[in-house]
């Protein structure tokens, strides 16, 4: 079917390439008006008029309507609840159409269903589509024919299945984006003030160039990606496309395309990672009750005795635990997170600290740049051994251990921990053995300069192991 004119809605698709939605629309329509729209019923609840993650959709919005006025076209603006600003546009512009790209949260598809309903209504056409993920919802099935709840069978059913339709790109013909002129009267001013938040710096840049730009910079890096992972002290260990894949600025299919196109072990291991990414959006699109409780309904009878001063002093960094310290006021100053450092964290919040892993995944909710609803509740039910396939619940990280074994030489710690820096890498992952004389020599007195270890990892963890025992 030929539509007249198109509207393709973009959400957590800021880009213009490889974007199937917008590519169908413009293959299907003589005429596609590019809409987004800043979501009140999101704006609203984030109390943090300087939070991270507008800046980042803002600035990458700018360049991609920059791209589009180069093209002569332009990016049109919406600021509302979308169930309404939606339909009422693409009313009175006469389309005859809506492209999207599916969103396997909880609010995405209620929203989605409502605009569908009142443009069914409107005479208007509505029509999703599979962007987000390579395998979605139900596709993969285990031999019962249900959902997989085990990652490496999914795994192995994901690699088995997968054909070259499913990575192909996508490229839009942008000749057919409806001209500046047309829109004219639908452009508006959206500068922070309208949508009233701040602009903020940001640890990385924003939008589709630099998400292009950012991968090439790890291409060098991929073949050691399984060896150098796990260390937050190695710049290039990992690919910091995290924050770009949440909000769409560059294509999952361009970065299973790169895996694909080599065959060592870091490649591999790479995938493997892109994997769990889909499994965590399918275990919450097929098992929605995972958002609010455990996904193993059997640990929701836990009692956590957690304190809220410890997890106080854990949000702030404060714990006298070096690791954990450095791990959380990266994490304040930056919105990110290594991923071994995301696993240490929350191990030590619900094992160390027997705090609810909802309050942790609640915080990273409030903070991540790049969060994304399946993979920080998938992440945070994994290490509180409540989700699916998770970590055994007698597997507890040694907080010391880890910094010993992933931070060797000490220079993550010091980096966010300077009060630390005389000490030396043997003695920074544990500095509460000196004494009183070894303090003043360091420059460091616990208590006053460092926090005091606010609990004993040894007896915590036997409280943590009877906490599953029922």
Same mark, same amino acid.
């Given at each position: 079917m030929r539509y007249c004119k198109s509207v393709c809605w973009i959400r957590r698709d800021l880009r213009l390439n490889d974007n199937i939605a917008l590519s169908s629309a413009i293959a299907q329509s003589k005429e596609v008006v590019l809409v987004f729209v800043f979501d009140s019923n999101i704006l609203g609840k984030l @109390?943090?008029?300087? &939070?991270?993650?507008? !800046? /980042? #959709?803002?600035?990458?919005?700018? %360049?991609? &309507?920059?791209?589009?006025? %180069?093209?002569?076209?332009?990016?049109?603006?919406?600021?509302?609840d979308p169930k309404i600003e939606i339909p009422q546009f693409s009313k009175r512009i006469k389309a005859n159409a809506i492209f999207v790209n599916r969103d396997y949260e909880p609010y995405a598809k209620k929203r989605d269903k409502a605009v569908q309903n009142t443009c069914k209504k409107l005479? #208007?056409? /509505?029509?999703d589509y599979k962007d987000h993920v390579i395998f979605e919802g139900n596709e993969l099935l285990n031999q019962s024919g249900k959902p997989y709840k085990v990652f490496t069978p999914y795994k192995n059913k994901w690699l088995v299945e997968l054909n070259k339709t499913h990575y192909q790109n996508h490229k839009p013909n942008l000749k057919g984006l409806s001209s500046i002129k047309k829109l004219r009267g639908e452009l508006s001013d959206w500068s922070f003030n309208t949508i009233g938040f701040n602009s903020v710096k940001l640890w990385l840049k924003p939008g589709q160039s630099a998400a292009e730009n950012q991968l090439k910079q790890f291409l060098p890096h991929l073949n050691t990606y399984d060896k150098y992972r796990d260390y937050p002290f190695i710049t290039n260990g990992t690919s910091h496309l995290s924050v770009h894949l949440r909000f769409g600025t560059l294509s999952i299919r361009s970065l299973v395309r790169v895996a694909l196109n080599s065959t060592n072990s870091g490649a591999k291991t790479w995938l493997s990672e892109?994997?769990?990414?889909? /499994?965590?959006?399918m275990i919450l699109d097929q098992f929605p009750h995972v958002v609010k409780g455990c996904f193993n309904q059997k640990y929701e009878q836990i009692q956590w005795p957690g304190v809220e001063r410890h997890f106080t002093l854990w949000c702030q960094g404060m714990t006298g635990f070096p690791i954990i310290d450095s791990a959380m006021r990266c994490f304040n100053q930056t919105g990110w997170m290594h991923n071994r450092l995301r696993m240490i964290v929350a191990? /030590?919040? !619900? @094992? &160390?600290?027997?705090?609810?892993?909802? @309050?942790?995944? @609640?915080w990273f909710a409030k903070n991540l740049l790049d969060f994304d609803l399946a993979s920080n509740n998938g992440g945070w039910q994994w290490c509180a051994s409540t989700g699916c396939d998770a970590q055994p619940y007698f597997r507890i990280f040694n907080p010391i251990t880890q910094s010993k074994k992933f931070d060797p030489t000490g220079n993550f710690i010091r980096q966010y921990l300077p009060e630390l820096n005389n000490f030396s890498n043997k003695h920074i992952h544990w500095p509460h053995l000196a004494d009183r004389e070894a303090q003043i020599k360091l420059g460091c007195i616990f208590g006053k300069n460092y926090p005091k270890p606010i609990v004993d990892h040894t007896e915590q963890r036997i409280k943590a192991l009877q906490l599953f025992k029922f």
């Open positions: @109390k943090n008029k300087n &939070d991270r993650r507008i !800046t /980042f #959709i803002y600035e990458s919005l700018l %360049e991609l &309507d920059q791209d589009l006025r %180069e093209k002569g076209s332009a990016l049109v603006v919406l600021q509302g005479g #208007i056409v /509505f029509n892109l994997i769990w990414r889909d /499994f965590y959006q191990s /030590f919040l !619900t @094992k &160390d600290l027997l705090v609810d892993w909802r @309050k942790g995944e @609640k």
